[in-house]
């Protein structure tokens, strides 16, 4: 016995969450199901509860166009799942999610033009089996069991604890430990200052530093609208809009006038830390935007260090000790606790083997129609979201490009769309994912042969560039020469 549904949402995150609001808004006679192999909703945030657990990006731009975000911009994860949890509430969701529903394969029959998903239970030994007509991937990019942490030498001889911040134990007491955090990205930033206020001392480990946005975690453009009476739903259109201005402009600086933003932003971390303190630790050799820039919340992380309460080394690891780790300098950090804020594992749709006319997909051969559909795979959209930008915003984008689609298959009586690159563009150039030269995060770069190909042409690739797509994707023709109907 199989469930036959419309549409399969996979993934109860954030973008899942979002996709089938958007789905039930603008086709309500679709019959619509989301699985998720947790426990509840959230994704992200609900598997994450290492100590300070917050976005890196502001809550007008990272929450929904729809929904009014009230709170402060940089919110806790605890924020983010009420809010998420309201999104369920007020739009009358939960009866299309089902939890603890792992997928373990997904099907497409060009002969049918179903899609046939086999999912396990995670709480009892039942196997269920779901057909759709049309598949929307919102899973996210990453493992959730484990994040990434290298192999270096001597980690067994090391007589105290190592923890990866995704897997954060519930056992663990920091009190009045020495700790040592390797990594500097968005997670050490959100760890280090939560650790700091009850550990003896933190010790930051960098290879290379990282750029980061210091500032009030208050948006004052919504405080005066709110004190003046306007309505949140326009308090919140309105500082979107002007936060996404302002994003915008500094994403192009970064391009075309590099080295003045990066003297802004080394100046905004020297207000905290003082003119004596040496700011190699903070002067990346790229230029700004080539990885992502974490917002830090009233500089707590500048704070700490200012305080006394954490240091920052910026060296290489030549092996760990018993005591701690041995570094390529000579000199050894000792730690009761080792954190790996070391990244995580990219995943492709989930790791999910696809099949298509019983021929296994390897979506490493698939070219991507901007990065959310790819040849050869008919009747899915991959929910993909921006490294320069909140990653929400492309799922409000492409609720309403799938919606559109969906409607104008049934208005053509098309049981089947496929993208295909047009004759015209059979000799561009293939290429990697995404231009390494422009953004080059280590989980990309680890994993990069696993992603789909883009294309020369900007419509076969993920241009990261919201500011276009925004324009852009609403007014793609769906009978241009890309898409192919059955």
């Known amino acids: 016995m199989s469930e036959h549904f419309d549409v399969l949402i996979v993934g109860a995150g954030i973008s899942g969450i979002g996709s089938a609001y958007h789905l039930k808004q603008q086709c309500p006679e679709k019959s619509f199901l989301v699985l998720d192999a947790l426990e509840s909703f959230g994704g992200t945030w609900l598997t994450h509860t290492y100590p300070g657990i917050r976005s890196d990006s502001d809550l007008y731009t990272f929450g929904y166009r729809f929904k009014p975000w009230l709170g402060a911009p940089i919110a806790k994860a605890a924020e983010i799942l009420d809010y ?15 939890y603890k529903h792992k997928i373990s394969s997904a099907a497409f029959s060009r002969d049918t033009n179903l899609w046939t998903l086999e999912a396990a239970r995670a709480d009892t030994p039942e196997r269920l089996v779901f057909t759709c007509n049309f598949l929307w991937m919102c899973q996210g990019y990453y493992e959730h069991r484990e994040g990434y942490t290298p192999d270096w030498p001597g980690m067994g001889d090391y007589k105290g604890r190592i923890v990866h911040p995704q897997t954060w134990p519930k ?52 405080e005066m609208l709110r004190s003046i009476g306007v309505d949140e739903m326009t308090i919140h259109d309105v500082a979107r809009k002007k936060i996404l201005y302002d994003q915008d402009q500094f994403t192009r600086r970064s391009f075309e006038d590099p080295e003045p933003l990066r003297e802004e932003l080394l100046s905004g971390v020297r207000l905290f830390l003082g003119a004596d303190y040496d ?28 305080a006394g309460k954490a240091t920052m080394v910026t060296d290489e690891i030549l092996r760990f000790t018993e005591a701690g780790v041995l570094l390529k300098s000579g000199e050894e950090l000792k730690a009761d606790v080792v954190i790996t804020a070391t990244g995580f594992n990219l995943s492709v749709l989930g790791a999910i ?20 559909m790819f040849t050869g795979v008919p009747n899915m959209v991959w929910v993909f979201g921006y490294f320069r930008a909140s990653w929400t ?51 990309l770069m680890r994993r990069m042969q696993l992603m789909p190909k883009r294309g020369a042409k900007y419509e076969w690739q993920h241009t990261q560039d919201y500011w276009r797509e925004k324009d852009e994707l609403p007014a793609i023709d769906l009978d241009g020469p890309e898409f192919g109907y059955v």
């Open 84 to 98: 998420l949890g309201e999104v369920i509430e007020e739009n009358a969701l939960a009866p299309h999610i089902r």
């Open 171 to 222: 056992d663990i007491d920091l009190k009045d430990k020495e700790l040592l955090v390797i990594g500097s990205g968005a997670t050490a930033a959100t760890i280090v200052p939560a650790i700091a206020a009850v550990a003896k001392h933190v010790t930051v480990l960098q290879r290379s530093p990282t750029y980061f946005i210091p500032g009030r975690n208050i948006n004052e453009l919504v």
């Open 279 to 306: 700011m190699k630790h903070f002067t990346p050799h790229y230029r700004p935007w080539r990885q992502r820039i974490a917002f830090v919340p009233d500089g707590d992380l500048f704070q700490g260090i200012a």
């Open 353 to 372: 083997p696809f099949f298509v006319d019983g021929a296994p997909i390897d979506f490493a051969d698939t070219v991507t129609y901007r990065g959310m």
């Open 393 to 443: 915003l492309r799922v409000d984008l492409l609720g309403g490009f799938v919606c559109r689609l969906l409607k104008h298959m049934d208005e053509n009586g098309a049981r089947r769309v496929e993208v295909a690159i047009p004759d015209g563009d059979k000799n561009m150039e293939i290429l990697p994912w995404i231009d390494p030269e422009n953004f080059n995060p280590g989980y």
